[in-house]
């Protein structure tokens, strides 16, 4: 079992709907959950960070972290066209510890 | 804030040339950083973790005499990938982490594109 799991899609949705990533993990030592967009040929862009367990909410975005089930999710409300992107989840145990990446997941936002 | 660069943003050389790319962190610094190497529509996949003032970590496989990274201030990375050949031919991105956090949020750099001829 790898240490981050994450469905790489394509995932493609209308305009305007809600859109629901996820991310699996094994490692219980993990304690920082981001969430980073990458559109194509740039490098990623921190979109939510959160420490341990529970939400955190940034205009139409939303990450949720359940510990108990080493489960990640972002939801994007409202979903536009710009946010057609791979969207790539990291954890990490925290100090200096490199970042553990799940594959990304392609999302299209069809207008 | 926490913007990081890197210079160039593309290269192309020939086949046996070495090739340096900068990492910069422009409004913080950065104890450490790391760089990442991405094959197309793969996920990051991390080369080395770089901290300021001493000797490079690499990952299992990775060929630290192949690809030379100095850290030489809490600004500044450099990945030097020598004698490169058109299978080092990839996106190289570098992130770095604010010394002064104490929660390992990590910032991107916007990549550099190798292409080995």
């Known amino acids: 079992q790898k240490e981050v799991e994450q469905d790489p899609g394509p995932l493609s949705v209308p305009e305007g709907a809600i859109v629901s990533l996820n991310c699996t993990y094994s490692?219980?030592?993990?304690?920082?959950f981001m969430w980073y967009r990458q559109y194509s040929r740039k490098g990623p862009e921190l979109l939510m960070y959160?420490?341990?367990?529970g939400n955190k909410e940034d205009g139409r975005f939303t990450a949720q972290v359940d510990k108990s089930s080493k489960y990640i999710s972002l939801f994007i409300r409202d979903s536009q066209p710009s946010d057609s992107a791979t969207y790539l989840c990291?954890?990490?145990?925290?100090?200096?510890?490199?970042?553990?990446f799940g594959k990304g997941t392609r999302l299209s936002v069809i207008a | 804030g926490a913007v990081v660069s890197q210079h160039p943003s593309r290269v192309i050389c020939k086949s046996g040339t070495s090739v340096k790319i900068e990492c910069r962190s422009l409004?913080?610094?950065?104890?450490?950083m790391f760089w990442y190497r991405q094959f197309p529509k793969q996920s990051l996949m991390l080369m080395a973790t770089?901290?300021?003032?001493?000797?490079?970590?690499?990952e299992q496989g990775v060929e630290k005499d192949k690809f030379l990274i100095n850290h030489a201030s809490l600004t500044l990375s450099t990945l030097t990938v020598t004698s490169a050949h058109p299978e080092d031919s990839s996106f190289y991105i570098c992130?770095?982490?604010?010394?002064?956090?104490?929660?390992?949020?990590?910032?991107f750099g916007p990549g550099t594109r190798l292409t080995v001829l």
């Open positions: 770089s901290n300021e003032g001493s000797k490079a970590t690499y």
């Open positions: 992130s770095a982490q604010n010394a002064a956090g104490g929660d390992n949020e990590q910032f």
């Open positions: 959160t420490y341990s367990s």
């Open positions: 990291a954890m990490s145990e925290g100090g200096n510890t490199p970042l553990v």
């Open positions: 409004d913080f610094q950065a104890t450490t």
């Open positions: 490692n219980s030592a993990f304690q920082y």
